[in-house]
C-alpha cells in the first residue's frame, strides 16, 4: 500500500486510452492534429490567449519556464524547500545558463511578499550583483497547501512593481484547483503568473507536462529551448493525446479531487499528528520511529520527513480499503 | 500514404501491450523494476557489461553521449550531414556547454578515417585552439548507409590512437543491424564505440530511446546530467517497458526487417533514379519537379531533398500495399 | 628580430606615460574619471552616440559582442580563418552558451555576400536548426587583407535585409583605417556593423581593448556580462589611459601606419613570392623550407604558415634596420 | 581621503617600475621568460610544486578555481557574505556552467565545519540533489576576519573526509598573512588548500592576480578554461612582471603590513564602536546616521555598511596623516 509518492500511482484509464487512439500514422514533433489542439483547448481553459507545449517532466517545465523569465545574470526567488531548488539537480541554473535560486523561507514552502522583499531589497541595483528576476511558487506546495488567488496576487503585484516574472510550478496544481474551488484563470495569469507548468503525470497521465505561457511573447525562444534540450520528442500526438484525454470531462479535476478526499480522510485520523493543515493530496505526520516502524509492519509504504515526521501522498488511484486502513492504522497509535 | 518519416509510424503492438502491463502501482523514476533490469538486459544483449539509460529522444541521447565524451573546450568530429549538426537545434552544443562539432565531407553522410585526419590534423596542441575530443557518427546514416564493423574499426583505432571517444547516433541502428547480420557487439564495442544512442522510437517505439556505454566510467555523471537536463521522467517504468518489449523476441529486428525490406522493394523498382545504394529504411531519388508532383498526386507523402531528389522513408509499418503502389509509381515516372 | 606578432612588441611610450599619470587614489572598477570618458571620447570619434567598454583582452570584446548578437540557439557566420574560430579556444561558444559558428571560405580570410548566402539560405526556419544571427568579419583580417566600406555595407546589407547582427573584429582595426584612409563611422556604423572589437594591444597598448557597440542596445546586458566574466577590472582607470593616451594625438593612427609602413617595405622586396597583396601588417611569402631555415639562420624570426609559406607580422615599433635587413634578405632568397 | 577600498589604491613604484622594465619585446600570450618562471617562484614561496597563473581579477580566479573544484552538477559552500557570492554577478556560476553555492552563516563571515555540516548533511546522495562539491571561504574574510591555520586544517579535513575540495578567496591574502605570522604553506596547502586566488590588485597591484593550485591536476584543464574566457592577456609579460616583483623582497608583505598598521590605528581609536575585532585591514564601526555624515562633512570617503554601520578600508598606501585625522575624529564622535 504505496503511500510515497503519487509518481508512482497508475495510469488512468482514460490517458491509456488516448494513447491506443493516436495510434496511427500522423505527422512528426508537434505537427500533430492532437498538438495543433493545445494551444487553442489550453486558452479556452484559460479563458485568455496562452502557448502551451507538452513536455517530458515537470522538471523540464520548469525550467524552461525559468529560462524564459531569468536571465544567465538574474536570480529567481522561491521558497528553500522548493522543488526546483532541491529536486532537480540544478535544472533552472543548466537552463537559465547559470542563475542564482534567492531561498527564502516560510510555512509550509509558502512564500509571502514580505519574504520577498527580505529577499531582494538588499540587492544593490549594480552590476556586480545578481539581479532578481523572477519569483517561482508552488501551488499546491510540497508540503500541501494552497496558494489562494489573493495570495498570489499579492506576489504577482509585487512582481510587477519590480518587473519581475511570475512562475507558478503546478506539479499538483489540479489538487491546488479542486481545493481552491476557483477557476484557473483567477489564480494564474489573473493574478499576475506569467508561466505555469501545469502537473499531468502525477495526476494519472503517463509522461506529459504542459507549460503553459499567459500570451506569446515567450512562444519562439521556447520552441528553440525545448528543441535544443531534447524535449521536442519525435512522436509528440502521444503527449498531446494524455492531456487532452486529461482535459476532456474534467478527468484532471476528478482525479485530482480522489487524492485530495483519500487525504481529507487521513488527516481527519492524525488529528492532532498534523504538522500542516492538509489542503490537497500531501499528509505530514509527527510520528515517532517506533510508530513508523509500526505503520510500515502494516504493510504501508512512505517516506520518512526528517526526524520524527512522516509524509503520506495520496493519488488518484489510492485504494480506498487501503486508505481507510491508513487512516485507522494512524488512528490506533 | 506516408514515407517522409519514419517518425510519424505508429507504435507497434508489443509495446502497447507492455504499457497496459506496466501499468500499475510501482516505484517512481527509475527504480521500478523495469527500469532495474535495463542494464543487465542491454549487457547480454551486447555480450559485455554496459550502462543503459532511458531517455525521451534521439537529440537527447546524443547530447548526452556527447556530453560525457567532449569537454566544453573540446571538438566533436562528425559529418557535415550529421543528424546532431542539422537537427538538434545545438543541443550537442547545450549540453556540452559550449563544444565545437567539427564538420567533414563523405559520400552518403559518412566519415572515414581520412576525412577524420583532414580535420584534426592541423589543429595546433595548445590552448588557443578547441581541441578534438571525439568522433561521432551514425549508423546506419542520415542517407541510409551503413557502417560495417571493419569500417567503424578503423575509426575506433584512430580514436584510439589519438585520445578521442567515439559514439554511435543508432537513431536507426536497427536497420543497420538487420542489413549487417553481424552482432551488435561486432559494430560497437568491439570496434572501438565508447558511447551508442540506440533508437527505438522511430522503430516501432513510442517515447522511448536508450543511451548505451560501454563500462560504467561515464554513469555517474551522466545519471547528473540526465536528471539535470528533465529527462529523469516520474514514471520512469513506462519507458523501459517500451524498450524491453522490442528487445523481447528480437521485436526490433523483425520491426526493422520490414522496413528494410520496404525500402528494397523501393529500390528495385527505382533503378538508375538511385542517388545512393539503399542499405535500410531510406531511399534517395533523383526525380524531377514535374515527377514529385505526380507522385504526391497519386497520394505519396515524403520530403523533396535539395533541388531534384527526394528522400523516401519506410517504417516497420509500411502498408505493402501502399510500397508496391509506390514502386509501380516510381517505375513508370 | 621578431616578426612573429604584433601581440611580441612594446607598449608605446604615451601609454606608458599615462599610466603613470593615472597611478593616484581613484573610484574602483569602471566608476573613474578616466572610465567614465569613454563613451564620449569614442562617441566623437565614430561621430555617433556609441557605449564603449574596456577589456583586457581581443578574445572578451570579440565574445562579448557575439554573446550581445547572437542567442544560445543561434549561429555566427564567419571565416574558416576567423580568429573567432580558430584562436579562442572556444569563447564565442562559453559567452554565447553554446552558439554555433558557420565557416565560409574565401580568399583572404574576408567573407562576401555570396559566400554567406551559401551558408544561410540552405538554413530551414524551424526549430530543428540553429539559426543564423549574426555575421562577424574581421578587419584587417587574418591575413592582412582590408575591407572597404562598400564591401562592409554589402554585408551590412544582407544583415539588414536577414536580421542579422554584423560584428567586426577590429583586432588590426587601426591598420586597417590607415590603408581605408576613411573615417571610422565609414566602415562600421554606417556600413551596418553593430558591434567593433576595437584592438589597441597589438598597436603599442599594453592591455586594453575596447568594445564599441553603435547605440546603447546591448549597454545593459553587457555590462553584466563583462562583470560575470570577470573582465571588470577592480582598477580599471588604468585600462582606460592606455586606450585614451593612443587617441590623444592619433597614436593609434601613427602606431598603425609605422607598422603598415614596414610591411609594405616588405613586400616590395617580396614581389613574386607574395601569397596575397599587403594591405596592413602581415606579409604572408611562399617559402621553401631551405629559405625560411635561411632567414632563421640570419636571425629573423616568424611564423611557418602551413606548407611552404611564412607569416612576417610587423608592429608599431619594429626596427627600421631590421626591416631593412629583412627585406634585403627576402631579395636575396 | 579614501577609505572605501582597497581597490581605489594606487600601484606601488616597484610594479611600476617593473612594467617599464618588462616593456621590451617578448614573446606573446604566458610564453614569455617572466610568465615562465611563475611556478617556480610560487613554488618555491609555497614549498611545494604549484600551477600558478595570473589572471586579471580575482573575479576570474575565483571562478577558475571554483570551475576546476565542482562540476556543473555540484555545489560550493560558501559564507552567505562571500564575495563569490555577493559581487561577482554569478562567475562562479559562469565558469562552473550552473553549480550553486550554499549559503552558510557564521560571525564576520567566517565558516566552520559545523556550519558545513550543517549545509550538506541533510543533502540526499541521489541525482535529484545537487552534490555538494567543494567549500569556499576567504582568508582574510569579508569582515576583516583571518582564519587561523588551525581554523583552515579543521575545515580541510572536513572537506577530505567528505571528498570537497578548498578553495581560498586570497584577494586579501597577504593581509592575512601578515596578522598571522605563519607560513603560506601553513595556511594553505598544509591545511588543506587546493586553490588559491592570491590577490595582488588590493595590495598595490595594478591589474594582476595569481591563481595557485597545489600540484598540477588542473593545470592543462584550467589553462584552456581561462584561454576561453578571454583571460590569457595577449602580453602576459606585464602580467607576471607586477606580481614577480611584488614578491621581489617581501614588497607584497611590507604593503599589506602598511595597511593593517593604519587599520589598528583606526580600532584602537574606535574602541566600543567596533563591530568585529580587526584582524586585517577592514574597520566596520557602529555609527550613527549623523555620526557618519560628520565624518563625511570632515572629508573621509567610506562605505555604509547596512544600517548604523560604516566600514573603513586601509590601504598599503594610506597616507599617515589621513589615517591619524580618521582616528581623531572617530575617537571625537
Redesign the interface.
Known sequence: M?FF?D?????CPEV?AA??AA???????DGDRWSQRLDTVFSELFETQVTALW???????N?LALAALC???GSVVCHRDAHIQ??????P?????????L?GDGKGAKLTPDIVHGLIDTIRND?????PAAISITNATEYGLVYTPDEVGALGSLARERGLGLHMDGARFANAIVRLGCSVADVTWKAGVDALSFGF??NGG??AEVLVFFGDKHRQ?T?????????????GR??AAQVLAMLDNDVWLRNARAANDAATRLAAAAGDRLVLPVEANEVFLRVGADEARSLRDQGFDFYDWGVGEARLVTSW?SDHGAVDRLAAAIAAL
Chains 1, 2, 3, 4 share one sequence.
Open positions: 504505496r509518492s509518481n508512482a500511482a497508475a495510469v491509456m494513447l491506443a495510434n496511427s500514422l500522423d505527422t512528426a514533433y513536455v517530458a517532466t515537470g522538471t523540464a517545465a525550467a536571465p544567465p545574470w532541491n529536486d532537480e539537480c540544478g535544472a541554473e543548466f537552463y537559465t545558463h547559470g542563475a542564482k535560486l531561498l552590476v556586480h550583483q545578481v539581479q503525470a502525477k503517463m509522461s525562444t520552441l528553440y529551448r525545448r528543441k535544443r534540450a531534447g524535449h521536442l520528442l519525435s512522436k502521444f503527449m488511484d
